[in-house]
């Protein structure tokens, strides 16, 4: 018989403070220099993921399929924004537009065959499978996108002199950039193969972890990991590809001439 944990208090929850302590003992002991931040994101954890408990009461509570495609819009906009924000190395034309319309069309085909055809939610717009599912889906993508655009600007700005001999010589500009491209995807995917190559043998995943400290049966909580990093990997393979299919475009005039201007640092 499995048996579960039982529920955390918010005593134990101040108890477990007691780590973030050791934690900077060391960091004064050995003058790293991080007690402030460190401080500030432990008070900001508690107070972010507090909130965000009764906000998600509030939204798991919901029975509408036009709130759960609101709420996961707004998530992507969100986003979106926050993936514009971050491109510091250069500002690329229409990026805002390029990730929203590629995190919207992986969302609808990586979250339609989880809700659909795996886990057969019934209504599909169920709250609780739509939005920690949609959420993953989403953080993935942003993430994967952001490391995937930066690698391919660096090549792009270490290739110059190579693609515009490649265009000079006729070939089109999806062809001078692919180099640049298949590195970039692969500096994007190396991360989450390595965590596929490795799990369960390295390291047990946060979501298999919580699910068996929460008493599901192992063999279950195995199932729905396996079906997370199939989910993670085609997220950032969809995604990456997407955007990179949009975003090289922009480095591009009409005349198919590289925009050099836009590979110099701001």
Known sequence: MIQPFYDITWTDVFVSLVLVVISLGL????????????LLGTVRTFIQLTLMGYVLTFFFQQESWIFMVTLISI?????????????KVTKIPHYFLILTGTMFGTVVIVLGTIIKFILGV??????????????????????????AVNRFIGELTHRQDE????????????????????????????????????VGLVFLPGVMSGQILSGVDPLIAVRY???????????????????????????????VQLKRELLKKR
């Open 225 to 255: 990991q396996i079906m997370i990093m199939y989910m993670w990997v085609t997220t950032t393979a969809l995604a990456n590809i997407t955007a990179l299919a949009f975003v090289y475009r922009q480095f591009f005039t009409s005349q």
């Open 163 to 198: 693609i515009e001999l490649m265009l000079s010589l006729g070939a089109p500009s999806r062809e001078a950039v692919q180099d640049s491209i298949r590195d970039a995807v692969q500096a994007a995917l190396i991360p989450t193969i390595n965590s596929m190559m490795t």
């Open 27 to 38: 960091i004064r002991w050995w003058k790293i220099g991080l007690e402030k931040i460190l």
């Open 122 to 147: 019934q209504p599909w717009y169920y709250p609780y499978a739509m939005i920690p599912i949609g959420g993953m889906i989403i953080g993935n993508a942003l993430n994967s996108t952001t490391l």
């Open 75 to 87: 998530m992507i906009l969100i986003a979106s924004f926050e993936g514009t924000r971050r491109q």
